[in-house]
Nanobody, 123 residues
Framework: VQLQASGGGLVQAGGSLRLSCVAS????????MGWFRQAPGKEREFVAA????????YYASSVKGRCTISRDNAKNTVYLQMNSLKPEDTAVYFC?????????????????WGQGTLVTVSS
């Protein structure tokens, strides 16, 4: 199983980025997909999640209204569109896959993790 995240980079405050995560080695359309992030010196935190069908979406209050999670099951890919970025969004962003997830907001619900992609937002 491999989750390959990409799309991170350096952006000015107010800018946008789209993260992608391509999954391989698992039945992608059976899995809930999530994005988490970890800032320097802080614990990993939930950002967003999407149900296997794409119908259900879940967001942290800190990003709701600024981020959109989506997925393309034909491409085994989940996306995170981030707009109006703030310096406090600076973190390594991880994608994760979970099967039969009960609590979309908890990292223990996800069994597979990618390597992360760094997002840096300058003020």
């Amino acid at each position: 199983v491999q989750l390959q995240a990409s799309g991170g980079g350096l952006v000015q405050a107010g800018g946008s980025l789209r993260l992608s995560c391509v999954a391989s080695g698992l039945p992608f359309s059976d899995y809930v997909m999530g994005w988490f992030r970890q800032a320097p010196g802080k614990e990993r935190e939930f950002v967003a999640a999407i149900s296997w069908s794409g119908i259900g979406t879940y967001y942290a209050s800190s990003v709701k209204g600024r981020c959109t999670i989506s997925r393309d099951n034909a491409k085994n890919t989940v996306y995170l569109q981030m707009n109006s970025l703030k310096p406090e969004d600076t973190a390594v962003y991880f994608c994760a896959a979970g099967y039969r997830v009960r609590d979309h907001y908890r990292d223990y619900s996800y069994s597979r993790w990618g390597q992360g992609t760094l997002v840096t937002v300058s003020s």
